[in-house]
Antibody, heavy 118, light 108 residues
């Protein structure tokens, strides 16, 4: 069974840092591109970042560029998101997502909640 | 930057067909994907590449895309189809993923 499981969410003060992890199982992680997508409470979906299978291509949403860093370790079947200089508007559920056919998001984790507040 | 516009809400009677639109400049030239999100759950891919259904998605779900509008159609709507639906594309110009604002489907 294909599965992605996020961890690392929690409460952090504005200006602080947090690191999210995503453990993948049930598929050949090393050949899939991966993304992070977030959803603020009561709001819609917002794409955060993309990383290709071999980490050669990386993209970020303008809202997080320069503050967030996506990475992966194919040997550990893991995806990461390092979040620095956090702001209140970064409060959201963060989803780890596998890219499937035609770059659709075919498998989603259950998400991890990040709350930025003093 | 590229934008996708969806109606905030769509209401449909049980057993009827629901149509949810996704408007964007020349969206017909892009691959459009659709997601269903039930309350408290993660999104689920229901249509990819305009009109293809992932394994396990009922044939009642279909999609089309032409010109400036993509459409998700749900035939013979059931109570369990009540959810938020989002369209999504990859925008080459901005090198990023764009989601529509989402449409809340209410089954009457």
């Amino acid at each position: 069974e294909v599965q992605v499981v996020e961890s690392g969410g929690g409460l952090v003060q504005p200006g602080g840092s947090l690191s999210l992890s995503c453990a993948a199982s049930g598929f050949n992680f090393s050949i899939y591109s991966m993304d992070w997508v977030r959803q603020s409470p009561g709001k819609g979906l917002e794409w955060v970042s993309y990383i290709s299978s071999g980490s050669t291509s990386i993209y970020y949403a303008d809202s997080v560029k320069g503050r967030f860093t996506i990475s992966r370790d194919n040997a550990k079947n893991s995806l990461y998101l390092q979040m620095n200089s956090l702001r209140g508007e970064d409060t959201a559920v963060y989803y780890c997502v596998r890219e499937g056919r035609s770059s659709s998001f075919d498998n989603w984790g259950q998400g991890t909640l990040v709350t930025v507040s003093s | 930057s590229y934008e996708l516009t969806q109606p905030l809400s769509v209401s449909v009677a049980l057993g009827q067909a629901a149509r949810i639109t996704c408007a964007g400049n020349n969206v017909g030239s892009k691959n459009v994907h659709w997601y269903q999100q039930r309350p408290g759950q993660a999104p689920l891919l229901v249509i990819y590449r305009d009109s293809d259904r992932p394994s396990g998605i009922p044939e009642r779900f279909s999609g089309s895309n032409s010109g400036n509008t993509a459409t998700l159609t749900i035939s013979r709507v059931q109570a369990g189809d009540e959810a938020d639906y989002y369209c999504q594309v990859w925008d080459t110009a901005s090198a990023g993923v764009i989601f529509g604002g989402g449409t809340k489907l209410t089954v009457l």
